[in-house]
């Protein structure tokens, strides 16, 4: 079994407290012409710098020369970031600034950047958060046995602000919030390690060593059920058997629990779609629909990174994390088009489309879930349909059963920036699944391909059961570098699902905290 060789994550920062000033030469490099109404990057050097003729030359020219820093500081770029007023654009100023900051070469890995002096505590951590996300590069490499890891352009950070080390760190660990732009990085960086994993290596035997490594680091904070192959059928798990039984990698199913409320009962579930490569099975695609299949496991993927940070954080929440992993590949044993199936719920499908694989395994592993534990609230994921990308673009597709649901997650959508978009789930689109031989069928119309896939899952969702399906297929991966993204995998989903099961908690600190800030600005 090949070894993932996962990347020692984040670089190295340091925040500097300076005010001294001395003769060393250093570049200033921006990204906008510094005009009169730039005011608080002119406040910013002046607080620093105190020199007025500083300001004549960074107004003159696209690259300036600053004589008063620190003489024993190790630069090699200051970089100002031309935030207005971090105050009002919040997060995304911050999440751009560092991307470009990220991208910029340096000859030593090393970097420092001067931050508006009025940035607080909680800027300071919008700012790292994005920085560390944009200065992650994922390689082929990182994969192979032995291989070079992905790399991280910047290995040694300093941040320059008038806020002591001492005072950020102590405060991060203070409030929700904080501590998640502090500790969320990780998982986000492990699930766009994760994602992008070619096939030949990220077989279902992989992603099942993955998960005991997981499941044995927490020991008994977290229980776990893993079902494989054969026994998949014992388990009345036919429809995750009969996708993945094609393959000579054997399909299983993993239910991993976490009681952080030992005095509540209920759960949220998180279910995810791990197909490890999708052929489209006997229906099988074309190579260019096939190129990008190795994402096909971004859902599982997705849900079992989130569910590793709610156990690391210790949050004081109830989750399951129902997945279910498959290869949805060409045998002698595949399954095949006009097969019916019963679920574990007992709803027969008559099979229509082998490649509408997600919905069938994501039925087994919902109908489990609810089985087993008392689900309050499910969230499903998986890259489910090729057509979302066309009604959607970049934005994750939301279908619920509740109104709620969505409306809380526009709430947390304004926080993490992750794009949501709801699209409709009403009769005409359940009456594509309706059933000829068996219950209902999977076929996928095309015409309406994502709402009809919903449909489908809602059949195997419990009346009391708060449910969401968010269809991450044109999220997971992206092929360029843009604000906190880099090329490959997204991390998407981490920080939405995070807060969305802990917002009665953050949303009354995130109003603590503008309130607060509305203060200062009076
Ligand atoms: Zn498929």
Redesign the pocket.
Known sequence: MQKHVLMDTSPHIEIKHITQTTNKAVFVLYYQQINESNDAIVKSLQFYFKSKELMKDINSGKQVKIYSLNEDDPFTYVIVQLATNPRQDGANIARKASNKIATQKTEDNSMSVLLPHNYTIHDIAEFNFGFQLANYRWTYQSIKEGGKSSSFPIHYLYLITPISQEDYLSQMEQKWNLKYLHHLVKPILRLRELVPTRPNIATTGFMKNYILDIVKGFGDKVTSTLIEGDELLTAGLRLIHAVGRGSIHKPFYSCLSYKGKPENDKYFALVGKG?VF?T??LSI?TTSSMEQ?YD?KGGACTVLETFRAVVELGLPINVVCSTAWVE?SVGPDSYRVSDVIQSYKGITVEILN?????RLILADAMSYAQDKFHIQEMIELSTLTGIIKNALGRYCGVFTNRKGCYSLLQKVEKITKEPFWALPLEDQHRDLIKGNVADINNSSSGRVGASAAAAFLECFVEKKVRWMHWDIANVAVTDKSEGIYTKGGTGFGVMSLIYYMTWDIVSKELKELKEENDEDDN
């Open positions: 197909v999708d489209g099975g695609k299949m096909d949805n082998t490649d509408a694989e997600g």
